[in-house]
């Protein structure tokens, strides 16, 4: 067996997984060219798309800025105003992963003025960190999975082939035993890269925290505080080995764990994350409109509203924020707001947030041409994922154009007459449409073609489509 052989493979393999990193490749995109991309998953919304796309240019071009003006340059949030379902979260989640940015979406209902039960404000900066924690982790995780990689099959070959009592050299010797073990180390090496011992058992020697969970009764809780008590009493009680037998394939993943944790510097993680997330980070406050007040009487819900508000301000307009990694300033990090705002307008919510998301774009409901191509033309459309999932079970789904522009038609005339949630009522209608055949797939329909037309899109929604009352229900 040629060792070197398989080890040039595992070579070039990794390189071709490898790829230009999504950091590096957003400072080539002009604003254009992130529209196109946004493009490829959201139909329509082209001023939104325009808006984003500039503001995610202008951090680029921020970094380019030399001295202390680079300081001063503050991103130009975003509030953006329409119905629910025309593309608002996903134009900004996009954004992020386009730009390999920290992204956190919250609920701004799910937040309570200081003093009351609830979220704590700042905990969505939390959250960002810890988003952007994992995602350089992730990143450094990559660049030394190989390495890794190298070690987790050796410790495998320990538990496989245990070396002689004197050690095991792999050099060239007289020593029977050690050439006996060397040869027998380099069959099993074999079989673990021809995936043959995937299901062997074997015992893993591991660390087991010995430290209960602890749980803090009370409003707030220490995570919301930026403490993390495990971490701090984790260095005081000693982990305990614990051995377990399980699969190779287990112990691989196992192990790969382990030696990646080993390799990796969390400091200088830590270090990039929190820089990550002060620089690029993007927060989207949904339901905006929520909290604001509508010229209320200065009591009850209204007083309650202005104090999310207010506890949101300090966040928005830049301030530093204790997390369990260090402190964390939010002058540079994006936010972008939405909300239908049906009943209350921008203009209602109180005049400092205001003035802090100086761009608002209104984003339009969607028509039947759009459903259409929401149907069709994005990279991950409804269409091809219920092809995709009927394929699992061997069955070929096609369908006619004639029946995309009917279901495209009776969302649109529901929406109308009933409640506009926009592209999700796709979802509703194909999941309706499709009923039976996701039900009978796996016993009746292997190796079957499912044919949808637009007699057969009428006939399983026409009931509920024209009975408004049983649409409000059903779809």
Not at 125 to 153: C, G, N, P
Not at 374 to 384: C, F, G, R, V, W
Request: hydrophobic letters at 40%; a negative charge; zero cysteines.
């Amino acid at each position: 067996m040629n060792t070197e052989h398989f080890q040039a493979e595992q070579s070039d393999s990794a390189t071709e997984k490898s790829a230009p990193s999504s950091v590096d490749l957003v400072h080539q995109l002009s604003p254009s060219a992130i529209v196109a991309e946004l493009d490829k998953y959201v139909i329509g919304q082209g001023e939104a798309k325009k808006a984003v796309a500039i503001a995610l240019r202008n951090r680029w071009r921020r970094q380019q800025v030399q001295g202390s003006l680079r300081e001063e340059i503050v991103p130009n949030n975003i509030i953006m105003i329409g119905p629910t379902g025309v593309g608002k979260t996903e134009i900004a989640r996009r954004l992020a992963k386009l730009a390999a940015a920290p992204f956190v979406k919250v609920e701004a209902t799910k937040f309570t003025e200081v003093g009351y039960v609830g979220r704590d404000a700042e905990g969505m900066i939390r959250d960002l960190i810890e988003q952007s924690v994992s995602m350089v982790k992730a990143e450094r995780s990559e660049e030394i999975r190989r390495e890794a990689a190298k070690a987790v099959e050796e410790r495998l070959l320990d538990l496989l082939v245990p070396p002689p009592a004197g050690g095991v050299s792999f050099e060239l010797t007289d020593g029977s035993d050690q050439q006996q073990n060397r040869q027998q180390r380099e069959l099993m090496r074999f079989m673990l890269h021809e995936g043959t011992l995937e299901d062997k058992v074997v015992e893993l020697e591991m660390e087991v925290d010995s430290m209960p969970a602890l749980h803090v009764m009370g409003p707030i809780g220490l995570d919301d505080m930026g403490i993390n008590i495990h971490d701090m009493l984790s260095g005081i009680v000693p982990k305990k080995n614990k051995k377990r037998s399980m699969k190779i394939s287990d112990a691989r993943a196992q192990l790969l764990e382990e030696e990646l944790d080993k390799r990796i510097d969390m400091d200088a993680v830590v270090k990039d994350a929190l820089h990550r997330a002060e620089n690029s980070g993007i927060v989207f406050i949904d339901e905006i409109d929520k909290v604001a007040s509508k010229g209320g009487s200065g009591h009850g819900p209204d007083v309650s509203r202005e104090g999310v508000q207010r506890d949101l301000l300090p966040i928005v307009e830049g301030s530093t924020v204790n997390t369990k990694y260090g402190q964390v300033k939010t002058d540079h990090i994006l936010f972008i707001a939405s909300g239908a705002f049906h009943v209350a307008k921008p203009s209602d919510l109180i005049p400092e947030l205001q003035g802090r998301f100086p761009i608002r774009v209104e984003l339009h409901s969607l028509t039947e041409a759009d459903f259409v191509r929401i149907l069709t033309q994005p990279e991950h459309a409804l269409i091809k994922q219920y092809q995709a999932l009927l394929g699992s079970e061997g069955v070929q789904l096609i369908v006619d154009d004639d029946a995309i522009k009917e279901l495209a038609a009776t969302a649109a005339r529901v929406n109308d007459n009933v409640t506009n949630i926009g592209a999700r009522r796709l979802h509703t209608m194909l999941s309706t449409v499709l009923e039976e055949e996701l039900f009978q797939a796996p016993d009746a329909l292997v190796g079957a073609e499912v044919h949808l037309s637009a007699a057969l899109v009428k006939e399983r929604l026409s009931a509920i489509a024209q009975n408004v009352d049983l649409s409000k229900f059903m779809l």
